[in-house]
């Protein structure tokens, strides 16, 4: 079955720094891929997602990601975060509908 | 819309109770899925569901149990809670790839 790796449990930052999230995939077959971001105590709400053609996806609030299969990665950045981003990011992939998880990047976004 | 809800949102349970999760969303969703997460861990995938009648096994699913009678609903039941079952459970819909996710359901099983 596929599996994620997200390569950093915390990663602190000083607001208006660029960021980027690490997350390494392993499959087989030919995946989709996405990343959620989580507040504390609610629930996920989707960043962006990679289906198919151009490598590099632009999702909501500034956040973008590379496809890179030679590399097997999916890298989350930002080139300037906020205060809001604070939260738990975490890297998924999916083959059909069996979708995996990476145990998640908690970004600190520091004053 | 009011997209995917669960109740209830907090739940204790005593070693050995059942009860059921519920999950209903509005937005005609083909698929439905139930997830856990345990602290400091992503989601795992316990069932889930590609319509009405059907459903099948994800990656933990020891100790659940569910059903899928009508394309709104898609209940978790734990039939004799344990404590390994203490988390957070999150339902998801989808109707292509992306997964719209409920609020959860804390649950301690004590």
């Known amino acids: 079955a596929q599996s994620v790796t997200q390569l950093d449990s915390q990663v602190p930052v000083f607001e208006e720094a660029p960021v980027e999230l690490r997350c390494n995939y392993s499959s087989s077959v030919s995946v989709y891929l996405f990343w959620y971001m989580q507040y504390p105590n609610q629930g996920l709400q989707l960043l962006l997602k990679y289906l198919s053609g151009s490598t590099l996806v632009k999702g909501i609030n500034g956040f973008e990601a590379e496809f890179n299969k030679s590399q097997t990665s999916f890298h989350l950045r930002k080139p300037s975060v906020h205060i809001s981003d604070t939260a738990e990011y975490f890297c998924a992939v999916s083959v059909s509908e069996d979708m995996r998880f990476g145990a998640g990047t908690r970004l600190t976004v520091k004053p | 819309n009011a997209g995917v809800t669960q109740t209830p949102k907090f739940r204790i349970l005593k070693i050995g109770q059942s009860m059921t999760l519920q999950c209903a969303q509005d937005?005609?969703?083909?698929?439905m899925y139930w997830y856990r997460q345990d602290p400091g861990m992503g989601l795992k995938l316990i069932y889930y569901s590609v319509g009405a009648g059907i459903t099948d096994k994800g990656e933990v699913p020891n100790g659940y149990n569910v059903s899928r009678s009508t394309t709104e609903d898609f209940p978790l039941r734990l039939e004799l809670a344990a404590p390994s079952q203490t988390s957070v459970y999150f339902c998801?819909?989808?109707?292509?790839?992306?997964?719209?996710f409920g609020p959860g359901t804390r649950l301690t099983v004590l």
């Open positions: 998801a819909s989808s109707q292509t790839n992306e997964q719209f």
């Open positions: 937005m005609n969703h083909n698929y």
